[in-house]
C-alpha cells in the first residue's frame, strides 16, 4: 500500500450530513473528493426496471380508460351549455372580487360599530369577503335573467305566457340592477344617481 493510502486510514473524514438522506451523487462526489489523485471509479446507477414497469402500466391503463370512456366523454367536451356555464361562473367570480380576496386577506364581514353586521364595505379600496359573494349573486342572476329574456323567451310559443316570461324577467333585471346600484351608492356615497325600488 502506498503513502496516500495509509494516511487515509489513519485519519479517517467524517461527513457532516449523516442523519439526511443522501442521492448517490452526493455520496460518490464526496467520496472523490477524498480520494487520492489517480483514477476514480464511476458512478454507474442500475436500470430501475420497477419504474419502467409502473410508468408503461400506468400509461397503458390511461389509454385504456380513455379509449373505452371516450364515446362518453366526448358529448360532455363538446356540450356548449357546460362550457357557458364554467365560463359564466369564472367570469363571474373574479368580476365580483374574488382574486382581490385572496391577494387582499380581507375578513368576511365586519360590525358596523352598533352591535350589527356591516355587509359591504365603504370606498372601492375596501371590501369584505361575504360582499363579493352577494356580488357575484347579484351578477348571476342578472345574467341568469338576461340569458332567459334573450334565449328562453322567444321559444315559448303561447303569446300569454311568452308576455308574463318577458315581464317577470324583466322585473327581475329591473329589480336586481336597482339593488346592485344601491349598493353601488353604499361604496361611492357621492354617487349620484338611482334606480327604484332600491
Do not use: C
Amino acid at each position: 500500500m502506498g503513502r496516500s493510502s495509509t494516511v487515509l486510514l489513519r485519519s479517517p473524514v467524517l461527513t457532516s450530513s449523516i442523519n439526511r438522506p443522501q442521492s448517490a451523487e452526493q455520496v460518490y462526489s464526496w467520496i472523490t473528493r477524498h480520494l487520492p489523485d489517480g483514477p476514480k471509479p464511476r458512478l454507474v446507477r442500475p436500470v430501475n426496471y420497477v419504474r419502467i414497469v409502473v410508468a408503461t402500466t400506468v400509461i397503458l391503463g390511461v389509454l385504456t380508460l380513455l379509449s373505452v370512456a371516450w364515446p362518453y366523454i366526448l358529448p360532455v367536451v363538446q356540450n356548449r351549455n357546460l362550457w357557458a356555464a364554467i365560463s359564466l361562473i369564472i367570469i363571474l367570480l373574479f368580476t365580483s372580487g374574488h382574486m382581490f380576496n385572496h391577494i387582499r386577506k380581507v375578513p368576511y364581514v365586519s360590525g358596523d360599530g352598533k352591535g350589527g353586521i356591516s355587509y359591504f364595505a365603504g370606498g372601492f379600496s375596501n371590501q369584505f369577503g361575504l360582499e363579493t359573494q352577494i356580488v357575484a349573486a347579484m351578477y348571476g342572476v342578472l345574467s341568469f335573467a338576461t340569458i332567459s329574456l334573450a334565449l328562453k323567451v322567444p321559444r315559448i310559443s303561447d303569446s300569454k305566457k311568452q308576455q308574463v316570461a318577458v315581464f317577470v324577467w324583466g322585473a327581475v333585471v329591473l329589480g336586481m340592477y336597482s339593488f346592485l346600484l344601491s349598493v353601488f351608492r353604499m361604496k361611492n356615497g357621492g354617487y349620484p344617481l338611482y334606480l327604484p325600488p332600491f
